[in-house]
Protein backbone atom coordinates (compact mmCIF):
# COMPACT_ATOMS: atom_id res chain seq x y z
CA UNK A 1 0.00 0.00 0.00
CA UNK A 2 0.77 3.39 -0.36
CA UNK A 3 2.76 3.87 3.12
CA UNK A 4 3.79 0.82 3.30
CA UNK A 5 1.32 -0.20 6.13
CA UNK A 6 -0.40 -3.20 4.71
CA UNK A 7 1.35 -5.35 7.46
CA UNK A 8 -0.45 -3.72 10.25
CA UNK A 9 -3.99 -3.48 8.68
CA UNK A 10 -3.75 -7.31 7.93
CA UNK A 11 -2.67 -7.65 11.51
CA UNK A 12 -5.30 -5.60 13.24
CA UNK A 13 -8.25 -7.28 11.61
CA UNK A 14 -9.87 -10.14 13.08
CA UNK A 15 -8.96 -13.17 11.09
CA UNK A 16 -7.19 -10.61 8.97
CA UNK A 17 -5.11 -13.82 7.31
CA UNK A 18 -8.19 -16.12 6.66
CA UNK A 19 -10.07 -13.44 4.99
CA UNK A 20 -7.39 -11.50 3.06
CA UNK A 21 -5.31 -15.26 2.12
CA UNK A 22 -6.03 -14.44 -2.19
CA UNK A 23 -4.37 -11.55 -3.57
CA UNK A 24 -7.47 -10.00 -5.55
CA UNK A 25 -8.70 -8.47 -2.30
CA UNK A 26 -5.19 -6.73 -1.11
CA UNK A 27 -4.63 -5.63 -4.88
CA UNK A 28 -7.92 -4.15 -4.78
CA UNK A 29 -7.14 -2.51 -2.08
CA UNK A 30 -4.09 -1.31 -2.85
CA UNK A 31 -5.31 0.24 -5.92
CA UNK A 32 -7.99 2.08 -4.58
CA UNK A 33 -5.70 3.37 -1.56
CA UNK A 34 -2.95 4.06 -3.96
CA UNK A 35 -5.66 6.62 -5.94
CA UNK A 36 -7.09 7.44 -2.25
CA UNK A 37 -6.32 10.75 0.02
CA UNK A 38 -7.00 8.26 3.37
CA UNK A 39 -8.25 5.24 4.65
CA UNK A 40 -9.72 3.82 7.62
CA UNK A 41 -10.82 0.80 8.75
CA UNK A 42 -12.75 -0.81 12.20
CA UNK A 43 -14.18 -3.42 13.90
CA UNK A 44 -17.32 -5.14 14.20
CA UNK A 45 -18.38 -2.60 17.10
CA UNK A 46 -17.21 0.54 14.78
CA UNK A 47 -13.83 0.93 16.76
CA UNK A 48 -10.61 2.30 14.44
CA UNK A 49 -8.43 -0.98 14.37
CA UNK A 50 -6.42 0.85 11.34
CA UNK A 51 -5.79 4.28 9.85
CA UNK A 52 -3.30 5.33 7.41
CA UNK A 53 -1.04 8.84 7.93
CA UNK A 54 -2.24 10.71 5.21
CA UNK A 55 -5.74 10.04 6.87
CA UNK A 56 -4.29 10.66 10.00
CA UNK A 57 -2.89 13.69 9.29
CA UNK A 58 -6.11 15.61 7.23
CA UNK A 59 -7.87 14.72 11.18
CA UNK A 60 -5.47 16.70 12.83
CA UNK A 61 -3.91 13.57 14.55
CA UNK A 62 -0.11 13.24 14.59
CA UNK A 63 -0.01 9.69 15.45
CA UNK A 64 -2.15 7.36 13.42
CA UNK A 65 -1.50 4.99 17.00
CA UNK A 66 -3.95 7.47 18.86
CA UNK A 67 -7.25 6.81 16.83
CA UNK A 68 -6.73 3.00 17.37
CA UNK A 69 -9.90 1.79 19.59
CA UNK A 70 -12.12 4.68 19.44
CA UNK A 71 -15.12 5.00 17.65
CA UNK A 72 -15.14 6.08 14.56
CA UNK A 73 -17.17 8.80 15.43
CA UNK A 74 -15.22 10.53 17.84
CA UNK A 75 -12.51 10.80 14.63
CA UNK A 76 -14.70 11.77 11.98
CA UNK A 77 -18.11 12.91 12.97
CA UNK A 78 -20.13 12.47 10.45
CA UNK A 79 -18.56 9.02 9.62
CA UNK A 80 -21.68 6.55 7.98
CA UNK A 81 -19.02 3.48 8.91
CA UNK A 82 -21.70 2.54 11.99
CA UNK A 83 -24.32 2.44 9.10
CA UNK A 84 -22.44 -0.03 6.56
CA UNK A 85 -21.57 -2.28 10.00
CA UNK A 86 -25.70 -2.56 10.74
CA UNK A 87 -27.00 -2.81 7.17
CA UNK A 88 -23.76 -5.32 5.63
CA UNK A 89 -24.27 -2.75 2.49
CA UNK A 90 -21.78 -0.68 0.81
CA UNK A 91 -21.94 2.90 0.22
CA UNK A 92 -19.90 2.82 -2.64
CA UNK A 93 -20.08 7.07 -3.36
CA UNK A 94 -21.02 9.87 -0.97
CA UNK A 95 -20.05 13.37 -0.10
CA UNK A 96 -18.88 13.55 3.70
CA UNK A 97 -19.04 16.80 5.03
CA UNK A 98 -15.40 17.80 7.73
CA UNK A 99 -15.42 21.21 8.66
CA UNK A 100 -16.22 23.26 5.45
CA UNK A 101 -14.90 20.47 2.82
CA UNK A 102 -16.91 18.13 1.15
CA UNK A 103 -14.86 14.85 0.85
CA UNK A 104 -15.95 12.36 -1.41
CA UNK A 105 -15.76 8.42 -0.01
CA UNK A 106 -16.44 5.33 -0.48
CA UNK A 107 -17.39 2.31 2.46
CA UNK A 108 -16.74 -1.01 2.28
CA UNK A 109 -18.07 -4.20 4.69
CA UNK A 110 -15.51 -6.78 5.48
CA UNK A 111 -17.15 -10.01 6.12
CA UNK A 112 -15.74 -13.56 7.25
CA UNK A 113 -15.94 -16.50 4.86
CA UNK A 114 -19.75 -17.63 6.65
CA UNK A 115 -20.70 -13.75 5.13
CA UNK A 116 -21.17 -12.10 8.93
CA UNK A 117 -19.60 -8.69 8.97
CA UNK A 118 -16.58 -8.51 11.22
CA UNK A 119 -15.87 -5.18 10.09
CA UNK A 120 -15.33 -2.12 7.24
CA UNK A 121 -13.23 0.54 5.24
CA UNK A 122 -13.64 3.16 4.04
CA UNK A 123 -10.93 5.71 1.59
CA UNK A 124 -11.47 9.22 0.98
CA UNK A 125 -11.14 9.36 -2.75
CA UNK A 126 -10.61 13.10 -2.83
CA UNK A 127 -10.06 15.88 -1.21
CA UNK A 128 -9.81 18.37 -3.85
CA UNK A 129 -12.89 18.39 -5.68
CA UNK A 130 -11.69 19.84 -9.18
CA UNK A 131 -11.83 16.49 -11.15
CA UNK A 132 -15.59 16.35 -9.72
CA UNK A 133 -17.23 19.73 -11.30
CA UNK A 134 -19.95 18.30 -13.05
CA UNK A 135 -21.05 15.81 -10.47
CA UNK A 136 -20.96 18.79 -8.68
CA UNK A 137 -22.79 21.51 -10.40
CA UNK A 138 -25.67 18.83 -10.73
CA UNK A 139 -25.65 17.90 -7.34
CA UNK A 140 -25.63 21.87 -6.84
CA UNK A 141 -28.66 22.25 -8.83
CA UNK A 142 -30.50 19.46 -7.46
CA UNK A 143 -29.70 21.21 -3.76
CA UNK A 144 -30.97 24.15 -5.14
CA UNK A 145 -34.21 22.19 -6.43
CA UNK A 146 -34.79 20.67 -3.18
CA UNK A 147 -34.13 24.22 -1.02
CA UNK A 148 -37.03 25.39 -3.29
CA UNK A 149 -39.44 22.09 -2.75
CA UNK A 150 -39.17 22.64 0.91
CA UNK A 151 -39.94 25.94 1.20
CA UNK A 152 -42.58 26.24 -1.16
CA UNK A 153 -44.27 23.03 1.22
CA UNK A 154 -43.25 24.81 4.44
CA UNK A 155 -45.82 27.58 2.83
CA UNK A 156 -48.16 24.52 2.31
CA UNK A 157 -48.11 23.85 5.84
CA UNK A 158 -49.06 27.44 6.80
CA UNK A 159 -52.15 27.68 8.26
CA UNK A 160 -54.99 28.67 6.09
CA UNK A 161 -58.01 29.38 8.75
CA UNK A 162 -58.04 32.28 11.32
CA UNK A 163 -60.26 32.39 14.57
CA UNK A 164 -62.69 35.04 12.23
CA UNK A 165 -62.70 32.26 10.07
CA UNK A 166 -64.88 30.50 12.85
CA UNK A 167 -68.05 31.98 11.95
CA UNK A 168 -70.78 32.98 14.75
CA UNK A 169 -71.56 35.33 17.80
CA UNK A 170 -74.00 33.06 19.56
CA UNK A 171 -72.73 32.06 23.28
CA UNK A 172 -71.07 28.96 22.70
CA UNK A 173 -69.40 30.23 19.62
CA UNK A 174 -68.30 32.79 21.56
CA UNK A 175 -66.72 30.31 24.06
CA UNK A 176 -64.62 28.77 21.77
CA UNK A 177 -63.00 31.15 20.52
CA UNK A 178 -62.29 32.58 24.12
CA UNK A 179 -60.65 29.34 24.80
CA UNK A 180 -58.74 28.87 22.00
CA UNK A 181 -57.00 32.43 22.49
CA UNK A 182 -56.66 31.40 25.85
CA UNK A 183 -55.09 27.56 24.29
CA UNK A 184 -53.07 30.15 21.97
CA UNK A 185 -51.00 31.56 25.17
CA UNK A 186 -49.70 27.86 26.24
CA UNK A 187 -48.09 25.26 24.79
CA UNK A 188 -49.98 22.61 26.74
CA UNK A 189 -51.60 19.83 24.71
CA UNK A 190 -55.36 20.99 23.73
CA UNK A 191 -57.98 18.33 22.67
CA UNK A 192 -60.88 19.31 20.88
CA UNK A 193 -63.91 17.49 21.15
CA UNK A 194 -66.92 17.53 18.94
CA UNK A 195 -69.22 15.82 15.97
CA UNK A 196 -67.46 15.45 12.34
CA UNK A 197 -67.73 18.03 10.50
CA UNK A 198 -68.06 21.18 13.55
CA UNK A 199 -64.70 22.78 12.55
CA UNK A 200 -62.03 21.16 14.76
CA UNK A 201 -58.89 21.39 11.95
CA UNK A 202 -59.93 25.22 11.37
CA UNK A 203 -59.61 26.02 15.19
CA UNK A 204 -56.48 23.81 15.93
CA UNK A 205 -55.14 26.04 12.79
CA UNK A 206 -56.39 29.47 14.58
CA UNK A 207 -54.68 28.57 17.93
CA UNK A 208 -51.54 27.84 16.05
CA UNK A 209 -51.53 31.05 14.06
CA UNK A 210 -52.24 32.85 17.22
CA UNK A 211 -49.39 31.56 19.29
CA UNK A 212 -46.19 31.97 19.57
CA UNK A 213 -45.38 29.35 17.01
CA UNK A 214 -47.29 30.70 13.77
CA UNK A 215 -43.79 31.27 11.94
CA UNK A 216 -43.39 27.82 11.97
CA UNK A 217 -44.88 25.01 10.80
CA UNK A 218 -48.42 23.81 11.12
CA UNK A 219 -48.47 19.78 9.96
CA UNK A 220 -52.01 17.49 10.35
CA UNK A 221 -52.48 14.02 10.03
CA UNK A 222 -55.60 11.81 10.07
CA UNK A 223 -54.86 8.88 12.19
CA UNK A 224 -57.47 7.02 11.24
CA UNK A 225 -56.79 7.33 7.54
CA UNK A 226 -53.19 6.05 7.87
CA UNK A 227 -52.77 1.99 7.53
CA UNK A 228 -52.01 0.78 11.42
CA UNK A 229 -48.73 -0.66 9.52
CA UNK A 230 -47.22 2.85 8.44
CA UNK A 231 -48.61 4.60 11.79
CA UNK A 232 -44.75 4.17 13.35
CA UNK A 233 -43.05 5.72 10.80
CA UNK A 234 -45.42 8.15 9.39
CA UNK A 235 -45.21 9.63 13.29
CA UNK A 236 -41.92 9.11 14.50
CA UNK A 237 -40.06 8.65 11.20
CA UNK A 238 -37.27 5.97 10.44
CA UNK A 239 -33.63 5.84 10.23
CA UNK A 240 -32.10 4.53 6.40
CA UNK A 241 -32.02 0.20 6.27
CA UNK A 242 -35.13 0.45 8.31
CA UNK A 243 -37.57 -1.02 5.48
CA UNK A 244 -36.89 -4.06 3.48
CA UNK A 245 -38.68 -2.41 0.68
CA UNK A 246 -37.32 -0.20 -1.91
CA UNK A 247 -37.31 2.94 -0.27
CA UNK A 248 -34.00 2.92 1.85
CA UNK A 249 -33.41 6.22 2.70
CA UNK A 250 -35.26 6.49 5.53
CA UNK A 251 -37.84 8.65 6.61
CA UNK A 252 -38.76 11.73 8.44
CA UNK A 253 -41.92 11.64 10.98
CA UNK A 254 -44.57 14.27 11.64
CA UNK A 255 -43.05 14.83 14.73
CA UNK A 256 -40.14 16.11 13.01
CA UNK A 257 -41.64 17.76 10.06
CA UNK A 258 -42.96 19.55 12.55
CA UNK A 259 -40.40 20.52 14.91
CA UNK A 260 -40.47 24.22 16.48
CA UNK A 261 -44.50 24.56 15.20
CA UNK A 262 -47.61 22.06 15.70
CA UNK A 263 -48.87 19.25 14.98
CA UNK A 264 -52.63 18.55 14.72
CA UNK A 265 -53.90 14.73 14.86
CA UNK A 266 -57.09 14.11 13.90
CA UNK A 267 -59.67 11.41 15.19
CA UNK A 268 -56.82 10.28 17.59
CA UNK A 269 -59.40 7.63 19.23
CA UNK A 270 -58.56 5.65 16.49
CA UNK A 271 -55.01 5.25 17.17
CA UNK A 272 -53.45 1.72 17.80
CA UNK A 273 -52.48 0.87 21.82
CA UNK A 274 -48.99 0.28 20.91
CA UNK A 275 -48.57 3.51 19.82
CA UNK A 276 -50.63 5.09 22.04
CA UNK A 277 -47.58 4.75 24.55
CA UNK A 278 -44.93 6.24 22.51
CA UNK A 279 -47.24 8.75 22.12
CA UNK A 280 -47.22 9.70 25.35
CA UNK A 281 -43.42 9.21 25.56
CA UNK A 282 -42.85 11.63 23.16
CA UNK A 283 -45.51 14.47 24.99
CA UNK A 284 -43.62 13.52 28.00
CA UNK A 285 -40.36 13.80 27.19
CA UNK A 286 -40.35 15.89 23.85
CA UNK A 287 -38.19 13.37 22.19
CA UNK A 288 -38.90 10.30 19.38
CA UNK A 289 -37.29 7.21 18.38
CA UNK A 290 -37.38 6.63 14.50
CA UNK A 291 -38.14 3.49 13.77
CA UNK A 292 -34.55 1.29 13.77
CA UNK A 293 -32.83 3.67 15.88
CA UNK A 294 -31.74 3.15 19.34
CA UNK A 295 -31.06 6.95 19.97
CA UNK A 296 -33.49 9.31 21.13
CA UNK A 297 -34.00 12.84 19.23
CA UNK A 298 -35.21 15.79 20.73
CA UNK A 299 -37.97 17.42 19.11
CA UNK A 300 -39.86 20.32 19.87
CA UNK A 301 -43.81 19.82 18.73
CA UNK A 302 -47.06 21.69 20.25
CA UNK A 303 -49.22 18.87 19.75
CA UNK A 304 -53.52 19.03 19.15
CA UNK A 305 -55.66 16.27 18.84
CA UNK A 306 -58.95 15.96 18.35
CA UNK A 307 -61.75 13.36 17.94
CA UNK A 308 -65.56 12.84 17.63
CA UNK A 309 -65.57 9.69 19.98
CA UNK A 310 -66.12 9.47 23.47
CA UNK A 311 -62.59 8.74 24.86
CA UNK A 312 -63.60 8.18 28.04
CA UNK A 313 -65.87 5.39 26.89
CA UNK A 314 -63.04 3.84 25.07
CA UNK A 315 -60.69 4.05 27.84
CA UNK A 316 -63.62 1.77 29.89
CA UNK A 317 -63.19 -0.86 26.47
CA UNK A 318 -59.59 -0.80 27.21
CA UNK A 319 -59.24 1.24 23.32
CA UNK A 320 -57.14 3.82 25.00
CA UNK A 321 -54.75 4.80 27.32
CA UNK A 322 -55.75 6.39 30.80
CA UNK A 323 -52.31 8.71 30.95
CA UNK A 324 -52.73 9.91 27.07
CA UNK A 325 -55.47 11.02 27.62
CA UNK A 326 -55.54 12.68 30.85
CA UNK A 327 -51.92 14.14 28.94
CA UNK A 328 -53.89 15.00 25.90
CA UNK A 329 -56.89 16.39 28.24
CA UNK A 330 -55.06 19.37 29.62
CA UNK A 331 -57.37 22.31 27.96
CA UNK A 332 -60.50 20.32 26.57
CA UNK A 333 -62.66 22.59 23.85
CA UNK A 334 -65.63 21.25 22.64
CA UNK A 335 -67.17 22.66 19.41
CA UNK A 336 -70.90 22.31 19.14
CA UNK A 337 -72.94 20.96 16.30
CA UNK A 338 -74.62 23.19 13.57
CA UNK A 339 -77.79 22.33 15.59
CA UNK A 340 -76.58 23.85 19.10
CA UNK A 341 -75.16 26.90 17.67
CA UNK A 342 -77.63 29.27 18.25
CA UNK A 343 -78.52 32.35 16.25
CA UNK A 344 -75.72 31.95 13.89
CA UNK A 345 -77.00 29.67 11.30
CA UNK A 346 -77.92 32.58 8.96
CA UNK A 347 -73.99 33.69 9.77
CA UNK A 348 -72.29 30.56 8.53
CA UNK A 349 -74.55 30.22 5.85
CA UNK A 350 -73.94 33.59 4.70
CA UNK A 351 -70.20 33.21 4.90
CA UNK A 352 -70.22 30.07 2.96
CA UNK A 353 -72.28 31.33 -0.18
CA UNK A 354 -69.21 34.00 0.05
CA UNK A 355 -67.38 30.79 -0.41
CA UNK A 356 -69.07 29.61 -3.09
CA UNK A 357 -68.99 32.89 -5.22
CA UNK A 358 -65.37 33.19 -4.80
CA UNK A 359 -64.24 29.72 -5.70
CA UNK A 360 -66.61 29.15 -8.59
CA UNK A 361 -66.91 33.04 -10.03
CA UNK A 362 -70.64 32.45 -9.95
CA UNK A 363 -72.93 35.46 -8.54
CA UNK A 364 -73.11 36.35 -4.32
CA UNK A 365 -76.14 34.54 -3.65
CA UNK A 366 -78.32 35.40 -0.48
CA UNK A 367 -81.22 33.90 1.70
CA UNK A 368 -84.58 34.83 2.07
CA UNK A 369 -86.26 34.70 5.59
CA UNK A 370 -88.13 31.43 4.14
CA UNK A 371 -84.97 29.88 3.30
CA UNK A 372 -83.51 30.72 6.87
CA UNK A 373 -86.35 29.19 8.42
CA UNK A 374 -86.38 25.96 6.40
CA UNK A 375 -82.35 25.44 7.31
CA UNK A 376 -83.53 25.88 10.51
CA UNK A 377 -86.09 23.04 10.40
CA UNK A 378 -83.43 20.63 9.93
CA UNK A 379 -81.01 18.36 12.17
CA UNK A 380 -77.90 18.85 9.56
CA UNK A 381 -76.38 15.95 11.02
CA UNK A 382 -72.91 16.47 8.90
CA UNK A 383 -72.75 19.92 10.16
CA UNK A 384 -70.95 22.28 8.13
CA UNK A 385 -70.14 20.17 5.68
CA UNK A 386 -73.49 18.74 5.33
CA UNK A 387 -74.82 22.87 5.49
CA UNK A 388 -72.10 23.06 2.51
CA UNK A 389 -72.72 20.27 0.25
CA UNK A 390 -76.81 21.61 0.10
CA UNK A 391 -75.81 25.04 -0.30
CA UNK A 392 -73.55 24.55 -3.07
CA UNK A 393 -75.89 22.31 -4.38
CA UNK A 394 -78.56 24.86 -4.42
CA UNK A 395 -76.35 27.51 -6.34
CA UNK A 396 -76.10 24.62 -8.97
CA UNK A 397 -79.79 24.27 -9.50
CA UNK A 398 -81.19 27.54 -9.61
CA UNK A 399 -80.06 31.21 -11.47
CA UNK A 400 -81.36 32.90 -8.60
CA UNK A 401 -79.69 35.47 -6.56
CA UNK A 402 -81.38 35.47 -3.23
CA UNK A 403 -82.29 31.54 -2.55
CA UNK A 404 -85.77 30.22 -1.67
CA UNK A 405 -87.01 28.06 0.13
CA UNK A 406 -88.13 26.14 -2.41
CA UNK A 407 -84.52 26.16 -4.06
CA UNK A 408 -83.34 24.44 -1.18
CA UNK A 409 -85.97 21.88 -0.58
CA UNK A 410 -85.09 20.91 -4.69
CA UNK A 411 -81.45 20.19 -3.44
CA UNK A 412 -82.17 18.41 -0.05
CA UNK A 413 -86.19 17.55 0.18
CA UNK A 414 -85.50 16.55 3.62
CA UNK A 415 -85.30 20.34 4.49
CA UNK A 416 -89.35 20.24 3.76
CA UNK A 417 -90.10 17.35 6.49
CA UNK A 418 -91.48 18.43 9.99
CA UNK A 419 -89.01 18.62 12.72
CA UNK A 420 -87.25 15.99 13.80
CA UNK A 421 -88.40 14.73 17.72
CA UNK A 422 -85.30 15.78 19.70
CA UNK A 423 -83.19 17.73 18.08
CA UNK A 424 -83.21 21.90 19.03
CA UNK A 425 -83.88 23.71 15.66
CA UNK A 426 -81.70 26.71 14.74
CA UNK A 427 -83.52 29.48 16.46
CA UNK A 428 -83.96 32.53 14.35
CA UNK A 429 -82.63 36.19 15.37
CA UNK A 430 -86.72 37.07 16.89
CA UNK A 431 -86.09 33.71 19.11
CA UNK A 432 -82.03 34.77 20.05
CA UNK A 433 -83.78 38.10 21.54
CA UNK A 434 -86.26 36.37 23.25
CA UNK A 435 -83.80 34.56 25.27
CA UNK A 436 -83.08 38.57 26.59
CA UNK A 437 -87.02 40.03 27.06
CA UNK A 438 -90.12 38.61 27.31
CA UNK A 439 -91.66 38.63 23.40
CA UNK A 440 -95.55 37.38 22.97
CA UNK A 441 -95.51 33.41 22.15
CA UNK A 442 -96.97 32.44 19.03
CA UNK A 443 -96.44 30.17 15.85
CA UNK A 444 -92.52 29.04 15.80
CA UNK A 445 -91.45 30.90 18.94
CA UNK A 446 -94.03 28.77 20.66
CA UNK A 447 -92.80 25.82 18.81
CA UNK A 448 -89.37 26.38 19.50
CA UNK A 449 -90.08 26.96 23.38
CA UNK A 450 -91.47 23.27 23.64
CA UNK A 451 -88.65 21.89 21.93
CA UNK A 452 -86.13 23.71 24.05
CA UNK A 453 -87.65 22.93 27.11
CA UNK A 454 -88.03 19.41 26.35
CA UNK A 455 -84.34 19.35 24.89
CA UNK A 456 -83.51 21.14 28.92
CA UNK A 457 -85.72 18.27 30.36
CA UNK A 458 -83.60 15.49 29.11
CA UNK A 459 -80.25 17.53 29.69
CA UNK A 460 -81.61 17.07 33.42
CA UNK A 461 -83.07 13.76 33.71
CA UNK A 462 -79.52 12.32 31.94
CA UNK A 463 -77.68 13.76 34.69
CA UNK A 464 -79.39 13.59 37.63
CA UNK A 465 -80.58 17.46 38.00
CA UNK A 466 -77.13 18.26 37.83
CA UNK A 467 -77.24 21.54 35.95
CA UNK A 468 -73.21 22.22 35.33
CA UNK A 469 -73.29 18.74 33.35
CA UNK A 470 -76.19 19.36 31.88
CA UNK A 471 -74.69 22.54 30.45
CA UNK A 472 -71.79 20.73 29.33
CA UNK A 473 -73.31 18.09 28.21
CA UNK A 474 -75.37 20.62 25.46
CA UNK A 475 -72.31 22.60 24.83
CA UNK A 476 -73.26 25.92 26.54
CA UNK A 477 -71.77 27.66 29.69
CA UNK A 478 -73.96 27.08 33.25
CA UNK A 479 -75.02 30.93 33.41
CA UNK A 480 -76.65 30.60 29.53
CA UNK A 481 -78.36 26.74 31.38
CA UNK A 482 -79.81 29.04 33.80
CA UNK A 483 -80.99 31.70 32.27
CA UNK A 484 -83.31 29.15 29.84
CA UNK A 485 -84.54 27.69 32.54
CA UNK A 486 -85.45 30.83 34.02
CA UNK A 487 -87.38 31.38 30.98
CA UNK A 488 -88.76 28.84 30.49
CA UNK A 489 -90.11 27.91 33.95
CA UNK A 490 -87.78 25.41 34.54
CA UNK A 491 -85.90 24.73 38.05
CA UNK A 492 -82.89 22.24 38.19
CA UNK A 493 -82.93 19.87 40.40
CA UNK A 494 -79.46 20.48 42.49
Not at 39 to 50: L, S, Y
Not at 385 to 401: A, H, P, S, Y
Amino acid sequence: MADRDDGRFLDALPDGEALLRSRAIPSLFEALETQSEGTVAVDRDARVVWINAKYARMLGIADPAEAIGREVEEIIPHSQMRQVLTTGQPILLDLMLFGTQRLVVTRFPLTDDAGAVIGAVGFVLYESLHRLKPLLAELSRLEAELAATKRRLDEGRQPRYTLQSYVGDSPVCLEVKRKARVAARTDAPILLLGETGTGKELIAQAIHGLSARSGRCFVGVNVAAIPETLLEAEFFGAVPGAYTGLDRRGREGRFKTADGGTLFLDEIGDMPLGLQAKLLRALQEQEIEPLGSDRPVKVDVRVIAATNVDLERRIRDGRFRSDLYYRLNVLPIRLPALAEMGGGLEAIAESILQEIAARTGQPLRGLTPEAVETLGRHRWPGNVRELRNVLERTCLLTDNRRLTAADLQEALPDLAAAEPVGALPIPTPAMVRAEQQPLPLSGYDEAFDEFERALLGRALAASGGRATEAARALGISRAAFYKKLARLGMRAGR
